[in-house]
């Protein structure tokens, strides 16, 4: 049987409106493949549609904690991914609800759909006995996935960062508002960021059959970098001197209890960038990098002939509305 062209396939994207979600978007479309983009609210996914021409993107109601919708979004679709995870529970969106169970759901509906193509994207660090229950969840969802789907590709990105990403603006923005940044134990504990377009190039070529099924692949970025490393790094990026307190781990779980009780209080109202959950802690706790046998066995960018992108060559570009002259700085009038 012949195989189809690109632009006569229809890939479903759930999580499709979320930060890597527009990226995996953007790649697919560029391939020619038609997406349905698979969200809770497809009434704020109206951003997506400039990505590709008239009628290439389309919208659809789904929620993973409700199977039939995740079916419906499933249903006709030649390839799924599945980008849905969360990094806060809230409501019946728990870790478990929506990062075990939901992925499962995926699964069940590919099974039942008669797909063969699935990309689950999990996270580095995903480990069953791990203490967070982000961790632990990402890790049964793989698990859920490869007994339903064994051809199903599996990726583990490291911590993203783009210009939508919650991590290297959070702290920019924290160290415009506070004098003193905390950071989470001894700041020794090691992350490898992945640029979010390298992620979402290796879901694409998931999609087209270029990565062998199968397969976990860990992605993290060219450099492997510690925490202070990076809050030092985005303190000179944005031109902020601060002072840069570290804040015990055994403590910070404290803090963070403290912070969740005042965000629940204030009905959400707490700003963004103070908002820090026990989990986060935890998370923060362990090293966040590509194994060697991931390296060993080209599970990784260079095993899939990408050459990352570094933080140092992207994160400047759009972390200067965070200087006081925004990216004018340096400039002065006579």
């Known amino acids: 049987m012949a195989v189809q062209a690109p632009s006569q396939q229809l890939v479903t994207v759930f999580g499709g409106s979320g930060f890597l979600g527009r990226h995996v978007v953007r790649a697919l479309v560029k ?115 490869r007994q339903v789907v064994p051809q199903a590709v599996i990726l583990r990105p490291s911590v993203m960062f783009g210009p939508e990403d919650t991590f290297f603006n959070r702290y920019a923005a924290m160290a415009r508002m506070l004098p003193v940044l905390p950071l989470i134990g001894d700041g020794e504990v090691r992350l490898q960021p992945a640029f979010v377009g390298d992620v979402a190039e290796v879901v694409a070529r998931a999609v087209d059959g270029g990565i062998a099924p199968g397969q976990v692949y860990e992605l993290g970025g060219p450099e492997v970098m510690s925490l202070r490393r990076i809050v030092e790094d ?10 840069i307190a570290p ?27 103070l908002k820090l959950t026990r989990d986060q802690v935890l998370l923060l706790g362990q090293d966040n990098v ?25 994160v400047p570009s759009y972390l200067w509305r965070f200087r006081k002259t925004g990216q004018f700085e340096g400039a002065r009038t006579a």
């Open 247 to 273: 804040l015990p781990l055994p403590l910070a779980g404290v803090v963070a209890r403290v912070l969740e009780v005042v965000d629940t209080l204030t009905l959400g109202l707490l700003p963004n960038e």
């Open 234 to 243: 985005i303190c000179k990026v944005t031109g902020r001197r601060r002072l």
């Open 290 to 314: 590509v194994s060697p046998a991931a390296v060993r066995e080209g599970r990784d960018f260079a095993g899939l002939g990408i050459a990352p992108v570094s933080v140092e060559a992207e």
């Open 31 to 145: 391939r020619g493949y038609r997406v349905r983009v698979a969200v809770r609210r497809p009434d704020l996914a109206g951003f997506l549609q400039p990505l590709g021409v008239v009628g290439q993107i389309h919208a659809v109601q789904a929620n993973l904690r409700y199977p039939a919708s995740v079916t419906a979004a499933a249903m006709g679709a030649d390839a799924v991914v599945n980008l849905v995870g969360i990094m806060k529970e809230s409501g019946r969106q728990s870790f478990g609800a929506v990062q075990a169970n939901g992925a499962h759901a995926v699964a069940l509906a590919c099974a039942t759909a008669g797909i063969g193509r699935l990309v689950q994207v999990s996270a580095l660090g995903a480990d069953a006995e791990s203490r967070s229950a982000y961790a632990r969840t990402k890790a049964e969802g793989e698990a859920a996935v």
